[in-house]
Antibody, heavy 117, light 109 residues
Framework: EVQLVESGGSLVKPGGSLRLSCAAS????????MNWVRQAPGKGLEWVGR??????????DYAAPVKGGFTISRDDSKSTLYLQMDSLKTEDTAVYYC????????WGQGTLVTVSS | QAVVTQEPSLTVSPGGTVTLTCGSS?????????PYWFQQKPGQAPRTLIY???NKHSWTPARFSGSLLGGKAALTLSGAQPEDEAEYYC?????????FGTGTKVTVL
């Protein structure tokens, strides 16, 4: 069974940092392109960024609002995806999901990040 | 950044058919945008229904189908069930970046 389990969400002050993790199981993580998606309270889905598999070059792309502040990485030996978030703003408050596309097509349950003073 | 537009809301009768569309501010949507469709019910994580225009997952009910229609991506629900009441989002790819649509609230009434 495919599982994606996010962790690391919490309350953080504006300007602070946080690292989210996404533990994957049930599929060949090293071959998967992985995404981060977020959803602010009562709002729609927003794509945050994507990291390709190393065999496909490992390219990372980010949405414009997070470029320069967020960093996506992966540890294929641990089947884990990461999202390092720096210089957080109140508008980064959201549930953060990790997802994979293609034939696997799974989503985690999400982890809540609240940026507030 | 491109803007991806969807109908804000649609209503379908039980057993009826409804088509949701997904348009791009940059022009016609093609298979090269690798359209995805997601369903999200209140309080739940989204789930993927359709990937790369028309491919279904094992959990995708047969009544859902994806296509390209009139320069847009389309999701057709044929034989709507009460449990299909949800928010539906499309996702398009633009040379690396991806953009979600604005979402369509489907009511089965």
């Amino acid at each position: 069974e495919v599982q994606l389990v996010e962790s690391g969400g919490s309350l953080v002050k504006p300007g602070g940092s946080l690292r989210l993790s996404c533990a994957a199981s049930g599929f060949t993580f090293s071959n998967a392109w992985m995404n981060w998606v977020r959803q602010a309270p009562g709002k729609g889905l927003e794509w945050v960024g994507r990291i390709k598999s190393k065999t496909d070059g490992g390219t990372i792309d980010y949405a414009a609002p997070v470029k320069g502040g967020f960093t996506i990485s992966r540890d294929d030996s641990k089947s884990t995806l990461y999202l390092q978030m720096d210089s957080l703003k109140t508008e980064d408050t959201a549930v953060y999901y990790c997802t994979t596309g293609g034939k696997v097509g799974s989503w985690g349950q999400g982890t809540l990040v609240t940026v507030s003073s | 950044q491109a803007v991806v537009t969807q109908e804000p809301s649609l209503t379908v009768s039980p057993g009826g058919t409804v088509t949701l569309t997904c348009g791009s501010s940059t022009g016609a949507v093609t298979s090269g945008h690798y359209p995805y469709w997601f369903q999200q019910k209140p309080g739940q994580a989204p789930r993927t229904l359709i990937y790369e225009t028309s491919n279904k997952h094992s959990w995708t009910p047969a009544r859902f189908s994806g296509s390209l229609l009139g320069g847009k991506a389309a999701l057709t629900l044929s034989g709507a069930q009460p449990e299909d009441e949800a928010e539906y989002y499309c996702l398009l790819s633009y040379s690396g970046a991806r953009v979600f649509g604005t979402g369509t609230k489907v009511t089965v009434l």
